[in-house]
């Protein structure tokens, strides 16, 4: 084998020229396909952070139906304590979940007693909030307070808002709302921080705390069955109710006492904040890459809740059904597809148009080594070994040519705009496994490109061969 490579390469030698720009070729196709992949794919991965740790987190859960309706945000939709609990343990107890923030979300009138204008809000717990979407505190504008990002009276207020309504930090507005009974209840606030708007979801929302939201929907704490409390020591376990007796004669069923401050306790004790409703539950992963997986497991491990009509109660969405951006990062991946494509494409025309040549060009060099006894399968072999070295030098050549040219890009710093977001700085990536695969993608499709003007080779009859002139 040692021999037929020092052949290959001293045939490739023989035709410096042709083998230079069959080379570049291949590593020009390489370069295109290595920087795309790591500016767009870096572009896409920032993007997608900037949405997930900035307003949605990786993952949310929601009562079924209210995904439907999420538009108008309604408040009759929440999800009640006794169905929090079992989410809440799996929650706690998923490895792959690094924060979990639950919401209160509710449409309100916002005044600033002059102006008034209709605002989403978001109820949520500071710490909880900070830690599922930890970008969340950078969008508050010079002059507001980021840390601790909410504290209950005071309001995290869209730049939307409050530029038309000349708001500034600590003015007062007001909030109006009408809860899921028909009542309307309002709330001053004092003006905590601007928020920066952004793209897509989350751009026109408004921050309190999640105290005060429910407060301002009027809802109260609730408690959770007895047999639950049980399960974590906090209430006798319920014995067996004997038949009912109150037809022959019997006494009446005593009533049940309330369990709402063992409910609470357990809540305090969990540290997962009021026993009360919750509208949403925002996740963040420890690895995004393992979100599907997570989403499936969770998926599987609530599903024994279900309603009357027997469907689970909750529903578990990825980021991206709520980031409209998650079409442009799925075009992203198509449009690598493509570019590997193009790239398998130059290889192959590049390589066989290479051997094609020379099969023609060594009829007679090939005739002569057939007489002196090379078998057909040597000859196969050494034309698509010079097939792999030609596609190894120019893998080689572009591989390098990409990894110093992502290097440069790296050492500046290229800043763009996306929608309403400005200086946003892009730092093209690229994963050794992407290299490697690509590399060996087009090695392979060099080697197959290879086969037919080897075939044709080792194919050649002889006599013929040597009296081609």
Known sequence: MLEILKIAARNLLRYKRRTALSALLISVGLVAV???IAVAGSFKDMMVDQFTDSVVGHM?????????AMESLPVDRNMRPRMLVK??????????????SPRVKLMAMFSNFALTTSIRLNGVYPDRETATVPLIANRVLPGGTAEPF??????????LLANPMSLKVGDTVVLV????????????????????????PGGRDGYIHIDDA??????????????VLARHGLAE???????????????????????????????????????????????????????????????????????????SIFQLHPWGQFVPFSKIANMIDLMNLFIKIILVSVVLISIMNVLIMAVYERIREIGTISAIGTSPRKILVLFLTEGFLLSLLGTAVGSAISLIT???LNARTLTFSFGRQENLVLAPTIAVGDVISIGVLTILVAVLASLQPAWKASRMDPITALRHV
């Open 34 to 36: 290595l920087l795309f």
């Open 60 to 68: 949310q859960v929601h009562r079924r139906g209210y995904l439907g």
């Open 87 to 100: 989410l809440y343990e799996v929650l706690d107890g998923t490895n792959e979940v690094a924060a979990w």
């Open 150 to 159: 909410l504290v209950p009276g005071e309001i995290q207020v869209p730049e």
């Open 177 to 200: 709302a009408t809860n899921k009974s028909g009542s309307v209840n309002g709330m001053t606030f004092v003006v905590r921080g601007i928020m920066e708007s952004m793209s897509g």
């Open 214 to 227: 429910r407060n301002l929907l009027r809802i109260t704490d609730e408690e959770i069955e007895v047999e």
């Open 237 to 311: 376990a319920p014995q067996e109710v004997q038949e009912n007796q109150s037809l022959l004669g019997g006494s009446a069923p005593t009533e049940r006492r309330s369990y709402l401050d063992e409910t609470q306790q357990l809540f305090l004790t969990k540290d997962w904040g009021r026993a009360s409703e919750v509208s949403e539950i925002a996740i963040r992963l420890k690895e995004r890459d393992r979100l599907d997986q997570t989403l499936m497991e969770m998926d599987k491990a609530v599903a024994d809740l279900k309603n009357k009509k027997g469907l």
């Open 406 to 408: 992502i290097a440069v």
